[in-house]
């Protein structure tokens, strides 16, 4: 189990959700050897997973949505796995329904996107799955409260989380 120290989680809840959050999500990476394979995964429970896989979705989001995210090899790992799901029970319920309809896209045109890529085909890409801008759009907007939401929940769930000593 991840164990972290009291004084760190106090310390990092001050600083705010982020600084919270990342005190998990840095722990669980430290366990994994920085590597994410389903081996390492299985060192972590469903809801460590869970916790870390909506960091990746945020930051592969912030850096180039959906298309970026696909194309960093992530669409299997968040549409074809209960992600969406976990973000509901973590009280992300917004989230959850963005994910579904990307999901929606995502499955309809698989292969196009997930397809080897130039630089030049992997912009092209942004304009012809346009349909993926309102939902980045959308999860821009509820960011902020979807990870206090995340936060929240893992704050009053922090034993499926870490073992804080």
Not at 37 to 42: D, G, K, Q, S
Not at 84 to 102: C, T, W
Not at 113 to 119: A, K, P, Q, S, V
Request: proline share 1%; aromatic share 14%.
């Amino acid at each position: 189990m991840i164990q972290i120290s009291d004084q760190e989680l106090q310390k990092a809840a001050q600083k705010g959700v982020d600084e919270f959050l990342s005190l998990f999500i840095d722990a669980y990476w430290k366990e994994m050897n920085g590597e994410l394979n389903a081996e390492t995964m299985l060192k972590l429970n469903g809801h460590q997973n869970a916790l870390l896989a909506y960091s990746i979705f945020r930051k592969e989001m912030n850096d180039g949505g959906f298309v970026q995210l696909i194309q960093n090899g992530y669409g299997g790992y968040f549409f074809d796995n209960p992600f969406a799901k976990a973000m509901r029970l973590f009280g992300a319920k917004p989230l959850s329904k963005l994910v579904y309809a990307a999901k929606k896209i995502y499955d309809e045109n698989k292969k196009e996107l997930e397809r080897e890529t130039t630089d030049e085909e992997f912009l092209s890409m942004y304009v012809d799955f346009e349909d993926f801008d309102d939902l980045e759009e959308e999860f821009f907007m509820i960011e902020e409260e979807t990870t206090s939401a995340i936060a929240h929940f893992v704050d009053e769930n922090i034993n499926m989380f870490a073992d804080v000593k």
